[in-house]
C-alpha cells in the first residue's frame, strides 16, 4: 500500500455516534469513591497471596502465542497447583510451534496437536472446548470480539492490555465487560501495577489522605525503539503488518494506548477518576514501519481543573523514563514506593523485602506478573470472583482520547469519544491485500504560501 499524508478533518475522529445509546453506561465518573483525609481504604482485590489455594483443577487455553501470551501462560503456571494449558490458538503455525517448545521446555507441559488451532476464527475453536479461563493475547484490534465470545462461553478471562483501539471496541469490550459480571465471572486485565505490592500500598497511604488533596501530577513511558518485523516475499500484505502489528495503529491503537495505557491508568486509580478532556501534540520522528507516531505529549484534565502531564516517546538515544508522580495539597509521591514531604524529605517508604545479610533487596517477594495470576486462581477457587475490565476499558479509553487529540490537534473530551463511531481496521480479514488506506496523521492545515 501506498504510504501518504494528509490532513485528518476532526469529523473523521469525532462524528456522532450511531452508537450513542451505549455510551451512556460508561460516563467519565470515578470507580473509586473519593477518600476523605485519614479514611481507611480496603483494596477491593483477593488478598495478595504468594501462591493460589489448592482446589479444582483448572484448564486454560491460550489465544494468542507471541511473547506475551507465552509470558502469561508462564505466569498462570507459576501461580498455584493443577493448573495446566490445554489448548492454545494464533494465526501462525510457527508461532504455536515456538509456544509449545518454550512450555515444554520451562514448565515440562505439552499441548497436543488437536488442540492447537490457527486462523482468524481459531479463537472459536478454543472456546468451544472443556475448558476453565482463557487468556487473551492477540494484537488489541481483536480483543473486544475475542472477549465478547469468551464472555458468551461463560469463561473467566485474563486479557493482556488494551482491550480496544479505537470507541467501538471499547464500548463494545465494556458491554460484555457487564456481561461478564452479570455472570459471576472473573477478569483480570494485564495492568499488573494494580496487582502490584508496592503500588497498592503506596495507594492505600495516597487513599487516605497522606499526601492531601491531590492536585496535579506527571506520568511517562519514554524508551527506545521496541521492535519492528521486516516483511518477507513470501508473506501476503495482511501476514506483513500482522507480525509487526506492534507498529500499526489499527492493530495496537498506537505505543500510547498500547503501552503508556500502563501509566496513565495507575494516574486514573490514584486519582479515582478519568479525564474529561485532552489536549495533545506528537509527531513520527524515527519510527521505521507502520503508520504509528513514536511521540505523545498531553494535557489530560480531570474533574475539580486537576492536571496531568503525560509523556511517552519510543526513539533511541534519548532520555528514558516510566514513571508516574502525584502531587498533593501536603506532599508528593511516585505512586511506586515512596511518600515525601514538600520539603523533599521521605515521609513514608514501601518496606521491601531483606536477603540473608539483612539487606534491602529492591525487588517484591512476588512480580506482579505472577500475582495477576495467583489473584485471578485465587478468586476462581473462592468463588469471589473480580472483574476489573471496566476500570482498564476506561483507561483505555483515555489513552485513546489522547491520541485522537494529537492526531487532529483538537482539543477532544471524554464525551465526544464517547459518541464517537471511529473504527479502525480494514473491513475484511484475509490474509491477503489490506483493504485500508495507510494515513500518517498530520493534524491543523497548512499555511498559505
Known amino acids: 500500500m501506498k504510504k501518504e499524508q494528509h490532513n485528518q478533518s476532526r469529523r473523521h475522529f469525532l462524528v456522532n455516534a450511531s452508537l450513542a445509546g451505549t455510551a451512556g453506561i460508561i460516563g467519565a465518573a470515578a470507580l473509586l469513591e473519593g477518600c ?36 502469561a501462560a508462564i505466569n498462570f503456571l507459576n501461580a498455584g497447583n493443577d493448573l495446566s494449558i490445554v489448548a492454545c490458538a494464533d494465526m501462525f503455525q510457527d508461532r504455536i510451534d515456538k509456544f509449545r517448545a518454550e512450555l515444554k521446555e520451562k514448565k515440562n507441559m ?23 479461563l482463557v487468556i ?7 480483543r473486544p470480539e475475542h472477549f465478547r465470545a469468551a464472555v458468551e462461553a461463560k469463561k473467566h478471562v485474563f ?72 516483511p518477507k516475499k513470501e508473506w501476503s500484505e495482511m501476514e506483513s503488518m500482522l507480525r509487526d502489528w506492534v507498529n500499526w495503529c489499527w492493530l495496537s491503537g498506537d505505543h500510547i494506548v498500547e503501552q503508556h495505557i500502563h501509566n496513565i491508568d495507575v494516574i486514573n486509580w490514584f486519582l479515582g477518576k478519568y479525564p474529561v478532556s485532552a489536549l495533545a501534540f506528537g509527531s513520527r520522528q524515527r519510527r521505521v514501519t507502520g503508520d504509528q507516531y513514536d511521540n505523545f505529549s498531553v494535557d489530560f484534565v480531570y474533574e475539580g481543573n486537576i492536571h496531568i502531564h503525560s509523556m511517552c516517546r ?15 495539597t501536603e506532599g508528593y509521591t511516585n505512586c511506586e514506593d515512596t511518600i515525601w514531604k514538600p520539603d523533599g524529605t521521605v515521609l513514608w517508604q514501601f518496606e521491601y523485602p531483606k536477603n540473608e545479610k539483612g539487606e534491602v533487596v529492591r525487588e517484591l517477594k512476588v512480580n ?63 490474509l491477503g491485500k489490506v483493504n485500508y488506506p495507510v494515513v500518517i496523521p498530520v493534524p491543523g492545515s497548512a499555511p498559505e504560501v
Open 36 to 71: 476523605s483525609k485519614k479514611k481507611k481504604v480496603e483494596y477491593p482485590f483477593p488478598p495478595l497471596l504468594d501462591k493460589a489455594p489448592d482446589g479444582k483443577p483448572l484448564k486454560a487455553a491460550v489465544i494468542g502465542c507471541g511473547g506475551r501470551g507465552t509470558g
Open 110 to 132: 505439552e499441548i497436543p496437536d488437536d488442540k492447537c488451532f490457527t486462523g482468524f476464527d481459531a479463537y472459536k475453536k478454543v472456546l468451544e472446548l472443556d475448558i476453565d
Open 136 to 142: 487473551l493475547a492477540t494484537p488489541p484490534y481483536f
Open 159 to 230: 486479557t493482556e492490555k488494551p482491550v480496544a483501539v479505537d470507541p467501538v471496541g471499547a464500548r463494545a469490550f465494556l458491554a460484555a465487560a457487564k456481561k461478564a459480571e452479570t455472570l459471576g465471572l472473573t477478569v483480570v486485565t494485564g495492568t499488573q501495577r494494580r496487582h502490584q505490592r508496592n503500588y497498592i500500598e503506596t495507594f492505600r497511604k495516597v487513599a487516605e489522605g497522606t499526601i492531601g488533596d491531590l492536585v496535579g501530577g506527571n506520568c511517562y513511558w519514554n524508551q527506545s525503539k521496541l521492535w519492528h518485523v521486516n
Open 314 to 328: 519510543q526513539i533511541n538515544d534519548c532520555t528514558n523514563n516510566v514513571s508516574e508522580y502525584l502531587r498533593g
Open 368 to 430: 506482579p506478573y505472577d500475582q495477576e495470576h495467583i489473584d485471578l486462581v485465587t478468586a476462581i477457587r473462592t468463588n469471589k470472583p473480580f472483574n476489573e475490565a471496566e476500570n482498564t476499558v476506561k483507561s483505555n479509553i483515555a489513552a485513546i482520547m489522547g491520541r485522537m487529540s494529537a492526531y487532529t490537534g483538537k482539543e477532544v473530551t471524554w464525551d465526544e469519544v464517547m459518541q464517537s463511531d471511529l473504527k479502525i481496521g480494514p473491513s475484511e480479514m484475509v
